[in-house]
């Protein structure tokens, strides 16, 4: 039987994590996305407990207080994989299921690529593989989509207006954020250097090779889409069953925005249910 952890600790980086569900249970770790921390899968993880699975949640890196370093080098994606490796390692023994929303579903994506002896079952949410995201900005709409990228490679400009709350705001609820969910993170995102460590991730996508991030995923692949997403179009979840070498399945929300965990927390617990299950 594994032993509760609070944080986790990787190169003088402290990561806060939640750690939550039936000791003894089988581990789903999940990651968040941008710009929101592990409170976004609190209606989530009930359900997981509920059925007896232990559930570990970090804040990652630029979001824990004490793993937050400056330079956009630091936030390059092979080291946000690696963070994820040593959380594995810190709560036991085997491969866990892993689960991964937005920016925390291109880390899962990356994690079951290069680490596939680590990851029982992968479920990406909203965020396709790495290579079929890319493959769409040639062949799609999805670079005008994703023009924020480009907006995030200013220095402090971004940070500026995100701390700003009438901002941070409209980006949220423009982009389809449930009332309650926007003001949590908006709380967040008072703080400069919270906006600032998560702006990185998008600073450090030129420092990031693009070939590092093509390999085939060889562990079984849930993908939760929405159709009312604003971020992510439909080519890019259309090319990703290409990159994935073991069995795959898409499920697409109707109706759902961007934000899967907070809108449709229910449906989405019972679809990891049920892949973890026949993992």
Same mark, same amino acid.
């Given at each position: 039987?594994?032993?509760?952890?609070?944080?986790?600790?990787?190169?003088?980086?402290?990561?806060?994590?939640?750690?939550?569900?039936?000791?003894?249970?089988?581990? =789903?770790?999940? #990651?968040?996305?941008?710009?929101?921390?592990?409170?976004?899968?609190?209606?989530?993880?009930?359900?997981?407990?509920?059925?007896?699975?232990?559930? =570990? $949640?970090?804040?990652?890196?630029?979001?824990?207080?004490?793993?937050?370093?400056?330079?956009? !080098?630091?936030?390059?994606?092979?080291?946000?994989?690696?963070?994820?490796?040593?959380?594995?390692? +810190?709560?036991?023994?085997?491969?866990?299921?892993? $689960?991964?929303?937005?920016?925390?579903?291109?880390?899962?994506?990356?994690?079951?690529?290069?680490?596939?002896?680590?990851?029982?079952?992968?479920?990406?949410?909203? $965020?396709?593989?790495?290579?079929?995201?890319?493959?769409?900005?040639?062949?799609?709409?999805?670079?005008?989509?994703?023009?924020?990228?480009?907006?995030?490679?200013?220095?402090?400009?971004?940070?500026?207006?995100?701390?700003?709350?009438?901002?941070?705001?409209?980006?949220?609820?423009?982009?389809?954020?449930?009332?309650?969910?926007? +003001?949590?993170?908006?709380?967040?995102?008072?703080?400069? #250097?919270?906006?600032?460590?998560?702006?990185?991730?998008?600073?450090?996508?030129?420092?990031?090779?693009?070939?590092?991030?093509?390999?085939?995923?060889?562990?079984?692949?849930?993908?939760?889409?929405?159709?009312?997403?604003?971020?992510?179009? !439909?080519?890019?979840?259309?090319?990703?069953?290409?990159?994935?070498?073991?069995?795959? !399945?898409?499920?697409?929300?109707?109706?759902?925005?961007?934000?899967?965990?907070?809108?449709?927390?229910?449906?989405?617990?019972?679809?990891?249910?049920?892949?973890?299950?026949?993992?």
């Amino acid at each position: 039987m594994g032993e509760r952890i609070g944080t986790v600790v990787r190169d003088g980086l402290t990561f806060d994590v939640r750690d939550d569900g039936p000791i003894d249970g089988e581990r =789903i770790v999940l #990651l968040h996305g941008f710009p929101q921390d592990s409170r976004s899968w609190s209606e989530v993880v009930p359900r997981l407990h509920d059925a007896g699975y232990r559930t =570990i $949640v970090p804040d990652q890196r630029g979001y824990s207080p004490g793993a937050r370093p400056h330079c956009r !080098r630091d936030y390059r994606l092979q080291l946000l994989a690696d963070d994820t490796i040593t959380l594995i390692d +810190a709560t036991g023994d085997g491969p866990v299921h892993l $689960v991964g929303h937005d920016w925390g579903a291109a880390v899962a994506w990356a994690v079951a690529a290069w680490h596939p002896h680590a990851v029982h079952t992968l479920t990406a949410v909203s $965020v396709p593989h790495p290579a079929a995201f890319l493959r769409s900005m040639v062949t799609s709409t999805q670079l005008f989509k994703s023009w924020y990228m480009l907006a995030f490679q200013l220095p402090w400009l971004p940070e500026k207006l995100l701390t700003i709350p009438a901002v941070s705001r409209a980006v949220l609820r423009r982009t389809g954020q449930l009332p309650a969910a926007a +003001a949590r993170d908006m709380e967040r995102m008072t703080d400069p #250097l919270a906006v600032r460590g998560g702006v990185n991730w998008y600073r450090a996508i030129p420092l990031t090779d693009p070939r590092s991030a093509l390999g085939r995923v060889d562990v079984p692949t849930l993908m939760v889409w929405s159709d009312s997403d604003v971020a992510i179009g !439909r080519a890019a979840v259309d090319a990703t069953p290409r990159y994935v070498s073991a069995p795959y !399945r898409l499920e697409t929300l109707t109706g759902i925005s961007h934000w899967i965990p907070d809108e449709a927390p229910n449906e989405l617990a019972d679809l990891i249910l049920a892949h973890v299950a026949q993992g």
